[in-house]
């Protein structure tokens, strides 16, 4: 038999068997490599990486990636109660997002968390209020959108003045002189965020230039940051993508950094865990169509919603290749919907009861998945080396159903 495909030592069959499918698989080491990537080329900056905690939530990532010296980026109260149930430190965290409710800004300040990364004046003053009303001084960024074209899916390109993000970069300054008219508020950083999956890296580099200058303007008016905050990270292959010049980009955030008294802060999320991640599934049915073939898995779009929403390419390969002619077909799930696809037009080998693979399923994969078709939210397992650690258990019907109740 050929060698079947392994995450670290151990070979993706065993691991079907042991906690069954769909399954999420991911390396330790992976992780541990993509933090790295980020410490080694910003050396010279002595970065704080906030991973952003949306790509992928799990506790024992989270913990993995605290343990490592990581920061956190979160997006909710909810993402704020996963950071602080890992172990992870709240004086390291950034609370992002457009729409934090005034229950979240509570749950934040009460426990302590680095900054609110700031998108509206609105936001500026509710943020006051709360920390009034509890007694408490808040400390704030305001995320400046830099007006900045991504070159990235539209649905994930963030930093355009159509975008619903941040404060326009001709309303900075008039931004931070409120702020710091708020008394309840204490400015420590600037942020921004232009987009996510950016293989071509000059406008990060751009949007850099553009938030130092804002910096300058600032200091001029007594208004001095104690941290600046670039985003999110870089992209990572899924296809056929150049890779993207991350020390390239460093250097140039080196050069444009020199003399500055503040610390960077980065927030990569896809870029530290999307290729430590597997998807494995089973294949239900091969079935030949009178136009196409399918191949029908049982994972879903419910499990994997990328290809669904994005039309994003994940790359799916046989566990186990078959010594049989290959055959194209699309990879689709059991979901009652035509966009329920994982995969169009792939050539491989398999039969019904062989296992896939789907590649680079560790961002924005398990941390978007639903119960549509009233299907279980799929296992998780970490492994390292040559043991592995179920990290979440598959969801029961009970558990779906808990919640609810048959009234009339
Ligand atoms: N910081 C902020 C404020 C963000 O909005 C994001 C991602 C990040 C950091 C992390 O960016 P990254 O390093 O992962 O590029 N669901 C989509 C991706 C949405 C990204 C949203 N923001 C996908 O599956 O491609």
Partial sequence: ????LHCENLPLTDLAEQFGTPLYVYSQNALT???SAYTDAFAAQ????????KANGNLSILKHFAALGSGFDIVSGGELARVLAAGGDAGKTIFSGVGKSEAEIEFALEAGVLCFNVESLPELDRINAVAARLGKTAPVSLRINPDVDAKTHPYISTGLKANKFGIAYADALDAYR???SLGRLNIVG??????SQLIDLSPLQEACERILLLVDQLAAEGIVLQHIDLGGGVGIIYQNENQPDLAGYAAAVQRLFAGRPQTLILEPGRSLVGNAGTLLTKVEFVKHGEEKNFVIVDAAMNDLMRPALYDAYHHIEAVVPKAIPPFTADIVGPICETGDFLGKARTLTCEAGDLLAIRS???YAASMASNYNTRNRAAEVLVNGSSVQQIRRRETIEQQLANESACL
């Fill in 361 to 363: 399923a560790g961002a």
């Fill in 1 to 4: 038999m050929t060698r079947p």
């Fill in 33 to 35: 490599k993509a933090f």
């Fill in 178 to 180: 409120y702020a710091a």
């Fill in 46 to 53: 002595q970065p704080l990486v906030c991973y952003a905690v």
């Fill in 190 to 195: 600037i942020d921004c965020h232009i987009g």
